[in-house]
């Protein structure tokens, strides 16, 4: 069955920086786009970034431009979220997501926390 492993949320202070994982299985990982969203308490989930089947084409929300970065490894069924000059705006929980036909499937999510 499809399933979507996230990892390498934490605790971090404003200006650090952490790396995301996903790990996708059950599903041929590197003919769809994929998708980071978030979801912060009391809000509604949003799109953080997106990429390509190929890695090549990339796409930010205003909010993370120039501070994150979306990559894949379809060797490696993995696709990353690097994060940098964290802000306590970006506490939330993160998850991957695929496109397409395979959009209804969702990881567990890691939580990420801003603060000083």
């Known amino acids: 069955q499809v399933q979507l492993v996230e990892s390498g949320g934490g605790l971090v202070q404003p200006g650090g920086s952490l790396r995301l994982s996903c790990v996708g299985s059950?599903?041929?990982?590197?003919?769809?786009?994929m998708n980071w969203y978030r979801q912060a308490p009391g809000k509604e989930r949003e799109l953080v970034a997106s990429?390509?089947?190929?890695?090549?084409?990339?796409h930010y929300a205003d909010s993370v431009k120039g501070r994150f970065t979306i990559s894949r490894d379809n060797d490696k069924n993995t696709m990353y979220l690097q994060m940098n000059s964290l802000e306590p705006e970006d506490t939330a929980v993160y998850y991957c997501?695929?496109?397409?036909?395979?959009?209804?499937?969702w990881g567990q999510g890691t939580q990420v926390t801003v603060s000083s």
């Open positions: 059950g599903f041929p990982f590197s003919q769809y786009a």
């Open positions: 997501n695929p496109g397409g036909s395979y959009g209804r499937y």
């Open positions: 990429t390509s089947s190929t890695g090549r084409n990339v």
